[in-house]
């Protein structure tokens, strides 16, 4: 069974960079589109960004449009979030899903996340 794991969370200043890394075990994420999604204190998941299994991306938060950029490296299993120019409202728990399309349902179940921290 596919299993997610996140990674690469941690606490930075505002305007520092973090990227973040969902590696897979248990099965390959070629068939998969994967997600982004944060989950800040007090607040929803919401999504972030996804790219397809061709490498089409789709943004979703509109806040971190320009600073966050997902890619994927099939060779290695993974799919990435480069996370740049980081502001406190950034501050979430930060999970990987994967979808057999983007903004479709996630398939499996959610992992433990990785707590983003930004602050000064």
């Known amino acids: 069974q596919l299993?997610?794991?996140e990674s690469g969370g941690g606490l930075v200043q505002p305007g520092?960079?973090?990227r973040l890394s969902c590696a897979a075990s248990g099965g390959t994420l070629d068939y998969y589109a994967i997600g982004w999604f944060r989950r800040a204190p007090g607040?929803?998941?919401e999504g972030?960004?996804?790219i397809t299994r061709s490498g089409v991306i789709t943004?979703?938060?509109?806040s971190t449009k320009g600073r966050f950029s997902i890619s994927r490296d099939n060779a290695k299993n993974t799919v990435y979030l480069q996370m740049?120019?980081?502001?406190p409202d950034d501050t979430a728990v930060y999970y990987c899903a994967a979808q057999y399309?983007?903004?479709?349902p996630v398939?499996?179940?959610w992992g433990q996340g990785t707590q983003v921290t930004v602050s000064s």
């Open 59 to 62: 943004n979703y938060a509109d």
């Open 107 to 109: 398939v499996g179940s």
């Open 84 to 87: 740049n120019s980081l502001k």
């Open 101 to 104: 399309y983007c903004s479709g």
């Open 43 to 45: 607040k929803e998941r």
């Open 3 to 5: 299993r997610l794991v």
């Open 48 to 50: 972030v960004s996804c």
């Open 16 to 18: 520092g960079s973090l």
